[in-house]
């Protein structure tokens, strides 16, 4: 019994590395993502989220390249002043299912004055090593 | 001679279809999706390299979904008054070949004006059947 556990491990572990990707897996993905900084915050979930190499094309500065400047950004950033919301409208995937993106719909929140202003966004994904997704690249821009 | 012109050519193409794109043909892509940005225009440029599901995210505006949309958007719009120019920093290609992004910096002159605004941009690229690449999502935001 002992050694069928161990060969039904190897092949259910042989068999989830087969799987492929898809879309789906995605969308799903980019909601526990939203729902990650709805808990945490901005910082927390845009650093939990990200590749090593990713990068972030935001409004008015030159492109944040890299975790470490993520980071710093983040660092230097308040986000205690509003609500960032998201939803993803659509995904796609490689055929080898180690890149992909999603798009969709933001809102965001001022707390202080219930002010609101949407927009649309991207965000590309990569599979890494350990069968995760993170970001590479995630940026957007204003109004609908 | 002519039975081996054509195994030649076969092979040809069949190691053709066998290699293996890199990022560096992405980049290449972009730069020439920018030439013929100059050379035919902004509508003629962004139709060219539109695959059939495209996707224009556009400041203040819903996303602009499918290749008929975005020509009907671009009827609707005049791009006589200004250039626009953009130049890729950065690739990246799946293993599978089939999908890969470049973002970069543009910059957009006002003719009358002599002003000029700056940004960030992010096209996702996906090859078609007959391994032409054409975007799949573009994109980008202002200020650098």
């Known amino acids: ?38 808990e945490k915050g901005m910082k927390y979930a845009f650093m939990e989220y990200a590749a090593d190499s990713a990068v972030l094309l935001q409004r008015n500065i030159m492109p944040i390249v890299g975790k470490t400047a993520i980071n710093d950004a983040f660092e230097a950033f308040s986000d205690t002043g509003f609500t960032l919301t998201w939803e993803p409208l659509y995904a796609e ?19 202080s004055s219930n002010s609101q202003t949407r927009g649309k966004y991207v965000t590309i994904w990569k599979r890494q090593a350990d069968g995760s997704w993170k970001y590479v690249l995630d940026g957007g821009n204003e109004g609908l």
Request: with cysteine.
């Open 1 to 38: 019994m002992k050694h069928c556990s161990i060969i039904f491990i190897i092949l259910a572990g042989g068999l989830s590395a087969c799987v492929r990707p898809i879309p789906e897996d995605l969308i799903k993905l980019d909601k526990e993502f939203a729902d990650l900084y709805r």
């Open 93 to 111: 995937i490689s055929k080898s299912g180690d890149l992909g993106y999603t798009y969709g719909l933001y809102t965001s929140l001022i707390k």
